[in-house]
């Protein structure tokens, strides 16, 4: 599975982004997919992740209510719309997907994105 993120960008503290993954490869509608986030100098972050079907999501505590991760299967494309962004949100921002949920969950995807940049002024 090839995966390629965009809508990275800047905004102004407060302000939103969506982000979307487009995945690439015969059966990627049948991969869990969530995203992780690297700020400077920290290691990466869970921030969400969406099983297979887009019926069970997971979200870090950290971004519950402002974050919310989505799928278009018809699309193979993952979204995580990003409302009320912080200074402490901004990172590089990277898709991840795996034929297990836990390991979206817990960091041990097989297939990640290159990453997408987010930057929030305060």
């Known amino acids: 599975v090839q995966l390629v993120e965009s809508g990275g960008g800047w905004v102004q503290a407060g302000g939103s982004l969506r982000l979307s993954c487009a995945a690439s490869?015969?059966?990627?509608?049948?991969?869990?997919m969530g995203w992780f986030r690297q700020a400077p100098g920290k290691g990466r972050e869970f921030v969400a992740a969406?099983?297979?079907?887009?019926?069970?999501?997971e979200h870090a505590d950290s971004v519950k209510g402002r974050f919310t991760i989505s799928r278009d299967n018809a699309k193979n494309t993952v979204y995580l719309q990003m409302n009320s962004l912080k200074p402490e949100d901004a990172a590089v921002y990277y898709c991840?997907?795996?034929?297990?949920?836990?390991?979206?969950?817990?960091?041990?995807?097989?297939?990640w994105g290159q990453g997408t940049l987010v930057t929030v002024s305060s």
């Open positions: 969406i099983d297979w079907s887009g019926g069970s999501t």
């Open positions: 991840v997907a795996d034929l297990s949920p836990r390991a979206i969950v817990t960091g041990r995807s097989g297939h």
């Open positions: 490869g015969r059966t990627s509608s049948r991969y869990a």
